[in-house]
Nanobody, 122 residues
Framework: VQLQASGGGLVQPGGSLRLSCAAS????????IGWFRQAPGKEREAVSC??????STLYLFTVKGRFTISRDKNTVYLQMNNLKPEDTAVYYC??????????????????WGQGTQVTVSS
């Protein structure tokens, strides 16, 4: 059971990145997926989540309107537009076995990816 996060990098303010979270060893059909981030010296925070069916999504208020979470088969994406320096962090994806909805906390997220660095700087 493994989650692999990828797609991070260095981008200028106002730029875009798309993160991917790919699962191997299990199917994501019965899992909600969350994206979390941790900036240096700060606690990890939830950024967005999507239900197992994809019909329910939630966003941290500071990214709403800029980030979009989606899923396709065994991969979940986080499209990040209009990036700001304060979005700089290591981004993690995590899976919670859940048959409806999702939550913006770490409760229930039992499987974690290794993280991908996002740096927004000019």
């Amino acid at each position: 059971v493994q989650l692999q996060a990828s797609g991070g990098g260095l981008v200028q303010p106002g730029g875009s990145l798309r993160l991917s979270c790919a699962a191997s060893g299990f199917t994501l059909d019965y899992y909600a997926i969350g994206w979390f981030r941790q900036a240096p010296g700060k606690e990890r925070e939830a950024v967005s989540c999507i239900s197992n069916s994809g019909d329910s999504t939630l966003y941290l208020f500071t990214v709403k309107g800029r980030f979009t979470i989606s899923r396709d088969k065994n991969t979940v994406y986080l499209q990040m537009n209009n990036l700001k320096p304060e979005d700089t962090a290591v981004y993690y994806c995590a899976a919670a076995r859940k048959f409806s909805g999702c939550n913006l906390s770490e409760v229930g997220y039992n499987f974690w990816g290794q993280g991908t660095q996002v740096t927004v700087s000019s």
